[in-house]
């Protein structure tokens, strides 16, 4: 069977500003997704919430860029934000950018993560496993350094050192100032470690698409790599990036994956989405209320039966004491990030500063700006 694991998310409304969404707009989207398995669109799906981002997450076997699947995320992300409305809440609808998506939701606004594979439970495969992280309140870029050394760096992925991933994987990298078409290199860890590291140290322009296995021409992550100002030309919420990393076997194990994370780096983001900011592991359903709108992500933990079904349960993997360390870390990080306040590295440059007021300032600022005279 091929099956297809599909993540999309938006934020499509919250409360008392860029907090969390109303437990009824995810309570609409789970109803939904429930329906969508008894009328045979989907196997199996659930829904979250991390910040302010519902996420949608689903098995099926309609392959990648469906326009059945992603209509039915479309729509359940508009029923979410009719309920926003009737509550008068922040940003309703803010990440559906288009009246009507044209035949998927890619460009659209929500952040989409898909991969398809054969799914046999056998030979390499025996069990199929699967992670999926979603962050708030950060560019598409903050998965650049965690993902890059958990799939090129044995320092933090012992299994590549490993028979079935010492050959590596090839990295697809995308140029995320390419708003109409995707703009893809390959490049292939380890020979092109160093070349893969000069992309991906922009987080703000270029970011990691997909992940193969070069050993077994298997997809190993998808990314929601865009940017939302890109496409609607303005400001509308930040990033707020979704990956689906496949785990175990012939690709990192969960463990190698996570620890990366225990670095809280810094990323583009936090309050107006225009200053740095650490990134910090939190449960799902966390809202985003810390300082200054520090960044979070989350992470969980799927199998799948043979029939392509999630597991009766899920592990949220930042859900532990054993990362309440890495909390505090991120929050000290940001403490000191933000006692530099406005100044140079503390926020992003003019050319990445998300709200478009900061430029309109300058550039009215530069037009008052006159040559001196020599004496």
């Known amino acids: 069977m091929e099956l297809t694991l599909s993540v999309i998310k938006a934020d499509v409304g919250s409360i008392g500003g860029h907090t969390k969404p109303l437990t009824a707009m995810v309570e609409k989207a789970s109803s939904r997704l429930r329906q969508a398995v008894k009328d045979n ?57 288009v009246d009507a998506p044209s035949s998927n939701v890619r460009g659209a606004g929500p952040g989409v993560a898909e991969v398809t594979f054969e799914h046999k439970l056998s030979g390499h495969r025996p069990a199929e496993s699967f992670m999926l992280f979603a962050a708030d309140k950060c560019s598409p870029g903050a998965y650049n350094l ?17 028979p079935k991933m010492i050959k590596g994987f090839a990295f697809d990298v995308i140029d995320m100032n390419h708003a109409d ?35 077994y021409d298997e997809q190993a992550a998808a990314v929601s790599a865009q940017r939302l100002h890109a496409i609607a030309g303005k400001y509308t919420g930040k990033d707020d990036p979704v990956v689906l990393v496949r785990t175990q076997g012939i690709f990192p194990a969960p463990e190698e994956l996570l620890m990366p994370y225990a670095k809280a780096h810094y990323v583009g983001g936090g309050s107006r989405g225009s ?31 043979k029939l392509g079904q999630f597991s009766a349960g899920y592990i949220d993997f930042f859900d532990s004491k054993a990362w309440d360390l890495v909390r505090l870390k991120a929050q000290e990080k940001a403490l000191h990030i933000r006692d530099q306040g406005w100044s140079g590295a503390a926020m992003l440059p003019y050319g990445e500063l998300e709200y478009g007021g900061f430029r309109d300032t300058i550039e009215e600022l530069m037009q008052r700006f006159k040559i001196r005279e020599a004496d």
């Open 41 to 97: 669109l989907l196997i199996d799906g659930m829904a979250y919430h991390i910040g302010d981002d519902i996420i949608l997450v689903m098995s099926h076997t309609a392959g990648k860029n469906d326009t059945g699947v992603h209509q039915f995320a479309w729509d359940t992300f508009i029923e979410a934000t009719k309920i926003a409305s009737e509550h008068g809440l922040y940003g309703a609808g803010q990440d559906l950018l």
């Open 146 to 162: 965690p993902t890059y050394l958990a799939f090129a760096d044995p320092m933090y992925c012992a299994g590549l050192m490993l």
């Open 181 to 215: 078409k995707d703009s893809i290199v390959r490049l292939n860890a380890p020979e092109d470690g160093y070349k893969i590291a000069a992309l991906l140290r922009d987080n703000e322009r270029f970011g990691i698409d997909s992940i193969w296995s070069r050993t």
């Open 275 to 305: 200053h740095v900011m650490p990134l910090m592991p939190v449960p799902i359903n966390t809202p985003a209320s810390g300082m200054y709108c520090l960044p979070i992500v989350s992470a969980l933990g799927f199998s799948v039966d």
